[in-house]
């Protein structure tokens, strides 16, 4: 149930979107989104098949009975890897507007009158928003590169799709939930602690940013959904975090 309740806050982020306050809010992230999966759709459809033949030529012989249903599986995963890489771009280029919109969000559901926001005040949101994202990138790269090795090596390389379903919605639960936990000065480690004491929770929202990722048009719009359903998420789950670790 936790795993639901998490992607529940995915169609809790659609409905904030619709606050008339918030959605001025919405459309430099969404232009960002459109235009990084646009470049991503377009490497997907240029390169995927040899890629995948490729893959499929590493497999071991007693697996060949099942090569067109492994090709299938490793095409879905390895089109998730593609967008989900892209978002994770996207977010990076993007990350000042994802505070800025979490802020608003998180302002909207505690009450408080969502104000307008000056240059000024984007412009000091970079240097923190930029800094956290490099933090998530070491996090995340190491991992990565781990899963990238085991992926050429015979026999172990039948669980790599699974393992990046798993990392691939804890990555998303990580870099959107993160927004929230920044603005209110959480510390990187202590977020990730936090969401791992509810890992199913978030294991929901992220698996459910990903399959998002996966449908057609909807993907366009994943990111300012997930930022909002992440706030909503961080005011339900864990308000008052930031005081604990002060």
Known sequence: ??????????????????QP?????????LLVNVIMFTIGLGLLMSYVSGWMDG???WLPSWL???TWFLWTLFFGLFAMAVFWGFNLLANFIAAPFNGLLAEKVEQHLTGLSVKPTTVGDLMATIPRAIGREISK??????????LLIISFIPGLNVVVPWLWLLFGAWMMAIQYVDYSMANNGV???????????????????????????????????????????????YVSEHAGLDKIHH
């Open 137 to 146: 990138l070491s996090y995340y790269l190491p991992r990565v590169v781990m």
């Open 187 to 233: 510390k990187f480690r202590h977020m990730k602690q936090a969401l791992a004491q509810e890992r199913l929770l978030h294991l929901g929202f992220g698996g459910g940013v990903s399959l998002l990722l996966m449908v057609p048009l909807v993907n366009f719009f994943v990111m300012p959904i997930a930022v909002a359903g992440a706030t909503a998420l």
């Open 1 to 18: 149930m936790q795993i639901l309740k998490g992607f529940g806050y995915l169609i809790e982020g659609a409905k904030l979107l619709m």
């Open 55 to 57: 893959f499929v030529v």
């Open 21 to 29: 306050q918030l959605r001025v809010f919405v459309f430099l992230p």
């Open 64 to 66: 060949s009975g099942i």
